[in-house]
């Protein structure tokens, strides 16, 4: 079975500040991919930036990058000069075959970003 | 691209009606749909997978015959809540994708039942 664990369950941050959200998993897969979607107020889910366990390299999407260490099952976002708009609920999910197949999400984090 | 559309966005029903979701890949052709349940203040729980064409493929403890899910088409599935009671409501969203490529996630209906 697969599981998404995120231990923050809020967090906030002053604008502008950086900001790191943690995310560990457990799959028994070899190959997979990992994903950080948002969804703000009107709880439209997002894709923010995701992530193929096979690449070395971690991803980057502007101000959100990830810090991907397989062996330790880890899969952290950072979101760089934090703006009004990333207020959101930070979902880390864990999927196979490029989310064409199912997707176990973790309980997500709630980040505010403070003026 | 890749945008996906729920219909509608919130209703409200009586108990012992049903009601239909529908949710569309406005852009692209999905092969896949899926279809998560959210209660308030938590995650995302697949409640069906759905390819075009084919019986769509539940998740352990979810009623197949209390949520009807039908993808006719590469563009269009929905989910039929029968005989809805009280603790239906909730926020149901669904997502589609195509070969190989990531889940886009619809907007989401808002369901209460009265």
């Known amino acids: 079975a697969q599981t998404v664990t995120q231990s923050q369950p809020e967090m906030s941050v002053q604008e502008a500040e950086t900001v790191t959200l943690s995310c560990t998993y457990d799959?028994?897969?070899?190959?997979?991919?990992l994903f950080w979607y948002k969804q703000p107020p009107s709880r439209q889910m997002i894709l923010v930036i995701r992530?193929?366990?096979?690449?070395?390299q971690n991803a980057t999407e502007n101000r959100f990058s990830v810090n991907f260490q397989k062996a330790a099952k880890s899969f952290s976002l950072k979101i760089s000069d934090s703006q009004l708009g990333d207020t959101a609920m930070y979902f880390c999910?864990?999927?196979?075959?490029?989310?064409?197949?199912?997707?176990?999400f973790g309980t997500g984090t709630r980040l505010t970003i403070i003026p | 691209g890749a945008v996906v559309s729920q219909h509608p966005s919130r209703v409200i029903c009586k108990s012992g009606t049903s009601v239909k979701i529908e949710c569309r890949s406005l852009?692209?052709?999905?092969?896949?749909m899926f279809w998560y349940r959210q209660f308030p203040k938590k995650s995302l729980m697949l409640m069906a997978t759905?390819?075009?064409?084919?019986?769509?493929?539940?998740e352990q403890g979810v009623e197949k015959d209390k949520f009807l899910i039908n993808h006719a088409s590469l563009t269009l599935s929905t989910l039929t809540v029968t005989s809805a009671h009280p603790e239906d409501s909730s926020f149901y969203i669904c997502?589609?994708?195509?070969?190989?490529?990531?889940?886009?996630f619809g907007p989401g209906t808002r369901l209460l039942v009265l």
């Open positions: 997502s589609a994708s195509r070969s190989q490529e990531t889940q886009y």
């Open positions: 992530q193929e366990a096979y690449k070395q």
């Open positions: 759905s390819n075009e064409g084919s019986k769509a493929t539940y």
């Open positions: 999910a864990l999927g196979s075959n490029f989310g064409n197949e199912k997707l176990t």
């Open positions: 852009d692209f052709q999905a092969t896949t």
């Open positions: 799959t028994s897969e070899n190959n997979y991919y």
